[in-house]
């Protein structure tokens, strides 16, 4: 068939996987121009606190000082929201609406080398820049008023990021985000349909299937989901049942960091280093026992153009890539 | 309060409204660059038919011949979509995962003029643009595998228009997107509770209230909406309350229009000509019955930056453009 309407195992929504144009995934691979690399002159990361960063929460190697850091976990200099003090926000009306005060957390990992992007770390600073964000986490989740912390990093001004230096964030805010409630909702609603978690089900169907498959390790996998939304999506999955990030094992997340790497590596060389996202999947922190069905993972985002009218009005993307053709690419 | 968390009365989902950055919507309104105006000469919808493009399904005025259609109304060159021939496409599966051909329609609206914009053209005939629509709407819906019809404009290349001159799209789908069932639900949520749609409390609130408001005539409202998931977002909205676009009597689509125009032109004038999406949301088409708690609608959305990966991962957006300063920069 020429155009594919797919739906997702776990929201239930629809995207279009298009087909028509047979020369796109070969063209969407030659989309990005040069990257322009900033000088480590006025950097401001290289040395972050010299520059007006606040204090590391914690850097890497423990106890390391100024000038042997690895890796340094601090807040955000301009942060969207305020810093909790304690106590939760009230919510309030405002006319019709429904509002509070954003408090919440949005902290950084900052890595010390300016040209070594997360593909090009050593696999121990690698595990350790995901490890900082468990470590983190844990020290927020005891703050009872929040409920939901992301982590991401967006890689070139297209993908958001206004600093060059390498460094991945996160945001802790005090409600769940509906697009993760919604997921979470979908993995709840299949595993009591199926008696399976629905991650473990794709895992086990994209092993045998082969076709969309990148790579795998003992601890975890990467392939173009078939519910891919946008062009040469990949998500990274580990293959045992997690349900939370904050609680895998170090042996589990350094496997899921090696296959981090591995697919970013092939992103950044297939696609001729485009601007990316990628971004953490994992349960809410409230309620823990009631998540247990969920898969916590790691997408990847290359990011290839905004989108248009169609997309905003409907939140249905029109993917001109088979994830298989992408594979396939990706691969290489 | 410096940012807040505000809940969508609609779908339940929250937006951080973040101000901490005073000068941001300034700076917003200076981003854009002066618009690149592709010459008259080569462009494919001067004579559409001559480039390729296919006959048109109707054109404005009715009747008119190649020298003297306003308006033409004609499938789509490049569509991601298949034409359904009569019968709807089966779903099956494919390992775990629900699939279906992508049978659907994708129209568009071609203006006469290359210079004229939806809000320079004559109310005539900006009107006879949605009412173009309304009778492709009313075409389409006797096909009873369409589920869904979106109807927008990409306007400039970073919305995601390939081509300059003017011109305006809908696509029908066989499926209702999440996105738009979750619109819905929370509309019918609000009906049962309060009695009430919630778009008319949302327009009588704003009326009131003043601050946010851009335009008001007989028949529509212009306002920035207090849940704004973007920057300078713009809501257009029938005063009256029509749960569906295709069955808007002329004079209240020829006063929505006429919003529409205002709305255009300010965000045009005072945002330094950027580009941007607008698209209508509507009732689905099927179980009308169902959905007269619903109030049809146009957004504008400015086009400023792609979104960066907390936004991705969360579909939480963080809007730096306080709506009751935009409205201020808006209404100048």
């Not at 989309?31 to 914690?58: L, M, T």
Request: aromatic share 12%.
């Amino acid at each position: 068939m020429s155009s594919e309407l797919r739906q997702d195992l776990v929201s239930g929504d629809w995207i279009i996987v298009s087909t028509n144009r047979k020369d796109r995934p070969r063209q969407f691979a030659k989309i990005f121009k040069k990257r322009k690399v900033s000088a480590k002159s006025g950097c401001p990361f290289e040395d972050p606190q010299k520059n007006g960063n606040p204090e590391p929460i914690f850097v890497y190697p423990k106890g390391a000082g100024k000038n042997d850091w690895k890796i340094q976990i601090l807040g955000n200099k301009y942060p969207a929201l305020s810093r909790p003090v304690n106590t939760c926000a009230p919510v309030f009306k405002n006319g019709p609406y429904t509002t509070t005060e954003a408090l919440g957390y949005q902290d950084l990992a900052i890595t010390r080398d300016h040209h070594k992007n997360f593909s090009d770390l050593p696999l121990i600073e690698a595990t350790q820049v995901l490890k900082g964000f468990q470590e983190r986490y844990n020290m927020i989740l005891k703050d009872s008023c929040i409920s939901y912390i992301s982590i991401f990093q967006n890689w070139g001004p297209t993908a958001g990021a206004s600093v060059y230096h390498p460094h991945y964030q996160s945001i802790a805010i005090p409600v769940v985000p509906l697009h993760i409630k919604i997921s979470i909702n979908g993995s709840d609603r299949f595993y009591k349909e199926h008696k399976k978690c629905v991650y473990c089900v794709m895992i086990e169907h994209e092993i045998k299937n082969k076709r969309r498959i990148i790579y795998e390790n003992e601890e975890a996998v990467v392939f173009t989901p078939f519910f891919s939304e946008s062009p040469f999506e990949v998500r990274v999955l580990p293959k045992k049942h997690f349900s939370y990030f904050e609680d895998t094992p170090e042996k589990a997340l350094k496997g899921t960091a090696a296959a981090l790497q591995y697919a970013l590596k092939k992103v950044t060389k297939n696609l001729n280093d485009p601007d990316y996202n990628f971004f953490i999947h994992t349960a809410p922190i409230k309620n823990k026992e009631k998540h247990t069905h969920y898969h916590w993972h790691i997408e990847i985002r290359p990011k290839f153009f905004n989108i248009a009218g169609f997309e905003l009005g409907t939140n249905l993307e029109i993917n001109e890539v088979d994830p298989d053709k992408a594979a396939k690419i990706l691969r290489k």
